[in-house]
């Protein structure tokens, strides 16, 4: 089929690559000159496992290309919309702009007939008004919503076997035909038997916040069972492995630490407050307030446990951070709660390096007045703290032994619960971590 996706930052230039590799005739349209000079020399501009290799294969294969010119999407007969809708500065609320604009020249181009694919997260309601604005430009296009839930460092397989297919859209001949068409877009995944679910519009824009605010509220349960060890000197990970034991509950998201970050989960829950509050039932997700600030706590929480290792101050300690990535195989720093933690740190006084296997580069962009090392050697040399941060393999696999000789002090402050800490202690370390003894 021939298909153009609009917006090629994360989630536009992993779905691009995955559709051309399906056999698709593909189209990525970015107003951001630098990304689509690098896509279309088959490179990915950020780091994504399988994603390189897809990508040189498009456009080496002629399938896949990308331009900034929207015209260039007008062969195509379905249309996906994959532009980001962060949070608006000092509001809870989505930034909608960069949406209202691709819809605006998605219609430039756009033929009886066509699918419009709305991917992007949104406030619930925001598909219905963009369905009247195209309805009243071309009445015989159909807008369908189709939510991604791809997690960053898993993106191609999420995107290509994703756990299920969310199809939004008002019922009736028009709408129905649309689906069709979607059907032959994801037409290897649903003949290996991938669930679709067909709803309207406002369950299928629902659907996708209602599953982040789920994982979010998941997690920061798990935290404030940590903060219930701490004060009675439980341990929070054998906590989470007894009661995942239970298939109702499940071990998964229940990995107690630093609590989550990056591009999705923080500012959905807060966008998703914001909407409740518009549409006059705030109260109904009052509780996703405590789940964001349960989150946000574990993070002075850890600039606490920092300064009792160290004694009661961090002025003028060297200490080492481990990890800047919001999370493990991605170099995306957006709300990463490690670089929150280093920045405190070394507001409060402390000489504080960072380091990170991947995300350096982006983490020197955002926090310039941050110290950087290239290597966990350069990054612990005369520390007198090590906080690991963001749970690397490579971090989870150092050796306590070899680490102590580079140390000036050895004390690991483990914000994952990654470690082993008989392991750590037997070898010499001060071992601490959040929500155990
Ligand atoms: C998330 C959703 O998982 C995905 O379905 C959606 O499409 C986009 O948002 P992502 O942002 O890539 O994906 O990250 P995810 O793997 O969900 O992790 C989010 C954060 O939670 C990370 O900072 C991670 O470190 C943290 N986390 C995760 C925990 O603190 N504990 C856990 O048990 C799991």
């Known amino acids: 089929m021939k298909i153009s996706v609009f917006g090629c930052g994360y989630l536009g230039a992993v779905h691009a690559a995955c559709m051309a590799s399906l056999g698709h005739e593909v189209v990525g349209i970015d107003i951001v000159p630098e990304q689509v000079r690098a896509l279309s020399r088959g490179e990915a501009p950020f780091f994504e496992p399988d994603l390189p290799g897809l990508l040189a294969e498009g456009v080496a294969g002629g399938r896949l290309r990308f331009s900034v010119d929207p015209g260039d999407a007008s062969p195509a007969t379905v249309h996906f919309v994959c532009v980001n809708t962060p949070q608006k500065k000092g509001e809870y609320g989505a930034d909608l702009s960069h949406l209202n604009a691709v819809i605006e020249s998605i219609l430039a181009v756009v033929k009886p007939g066509d699918v419009i694919v709305g991917k992007s997260t949104v406030p619930v309601g925001t598909a219905e008004r963009l369905l009247a604005r195209i309805t009243a430009v071309e009445p015989e296009a159909e807008l369908l919503w189709n939510p991604e839930f791809l997690r960053e460092g898993h993106a191609v397989q999420d995107t290509l076997s994703p756990d299920r297919f969310v199809y939004g859209y008002v019922d009736g001949p028009q709408g129905r035909d649309a689906a069709a068409k979607l059907d032959e877009v994801y037409a290897v995944a649903l ?46 990970t054998q906590l989470a492995d007894a009661i995942g034991y239970d298939d109702r509950i499940g071990r998964k998201f229940l990995n107690a630490g630093l609590g989550f970050g990056g591009g999705c989960l923080p500012k959905d829950i807060r966008a998703f407050m914001a ?163």
């Open 191 to 236: 003949s290996d038997g991938v669930p679709k679910l067909e709803t309207d519009l406002a369950t299928a824009q629902l659907v996708k916040v209602a599953a982040n605010s789920f994982l979010a509220t998941k997690i920061s349960f798990v935290n404030a069972m940590a903060e219930l060890c701490e004060a009675t000197g439980a341990d929070v």
């Open 275 to 437: 909407r409740a509050g518009e549409l006059g039932v705030d109260q109904a997700l009052t509780f996703l307030r405590e789940v964001d600030s349960i989150n946000m706590r574990r993070r002075v929480r850890m600039v606490d446990l920092a300064r009792e290792v160290c004694g009661g101050s961090i002025v003028g300690r060297r200490l080492a951070v481990l990890g800047s990535a919001f999370k493990p195989d991605s170099d995306d720093i957006r709300d990463s709660p490690a670089l929150s933690v280093a920045a405190q740190m070394q507001l409060q006084g402390a000489r504080v390096l960072v380091t990170d296997p991947r995300a350096i580069d982006n983490a020197r962009k955002k926090w310039p007045d941050l110290e950087f090392a290239s290597t966990v050697e350069e990054a612990v040399a005369e520390s007198e703290a090590v906080l690991l941060l963001t749970e690397w393999p490579e971090y989870v696999e150092l050796d306590p032994a070899d680490l102590k000789r580079l140390v000036a002090v050895p004390r690991m402050i483990d914000g994952r619960n990654c470690l082993e800490p008989a392991r750590w202690r037997a070898a010499g370390w001060t071992y601490r971590a959040l929500g155990r003894p």
